[in-house]
């Protein structure tokens, strides 16, 4: 069963950078796409970006494009969400998921991270 952590969440100031991480342990060779999403208090969830595991091809959603940046370590076992020029809108819980070749879904979730920007 994969299991997915994330890591590096806190609390930035307006206008600041964050870097969260998300390990994927038990069975990631069968992981074809990753994602991030993200859930505010009273909102729904938010898909902010994929990446195909195999080639690196990445997709942002609108509210975070050219301020967010997806990538992966070399193992391909870790992915990453570089956040810059952070608002307090970007406050929220965010989630790496991630979903196996030839699966319509996401099924594998990370427990979330909490964010915090304040201005």
């Known amino acids: 069963q994969v299991q997915l952590e994330e890591f590096g969440g806190g609390s930035v100031q307006a206008g600041g950078s964050l870097k969260l991480a998300c390990t994927a342990s038990?069975?990631?060779?069968?992981?074809?796409?990753k994602a991030w999403y993200r859930q505010a208090p009273g909102k729904e969830r938010e898909l902010l970006s994929t990446i195909i595991v195999s080639e690196g091809t990445k997709k942002y959603g609108n509210s975070v494009k050219g301020r967010f940046t997806i990538s992966q370590d070399y193992a391909k076992t870790v992915i990453y969400l570089e956040m810059s020029r952070l608002e307090s809108e970007d406050t929220a819980v965010y989630y790496c998921?991630?979903?196996?070749?030839?699966?319509?879904?996401?099924?594998?979730w990370g427990p979330g991270t909490q964010v915090t920007v304040s201005s």
């Open positions: 038990m069975g990631n060779y069968r992981l074809c796409e």
């Open positions: 998921a991630a979903k196996r070749c030839g699966e319509p879904s996401f099924g594998f």
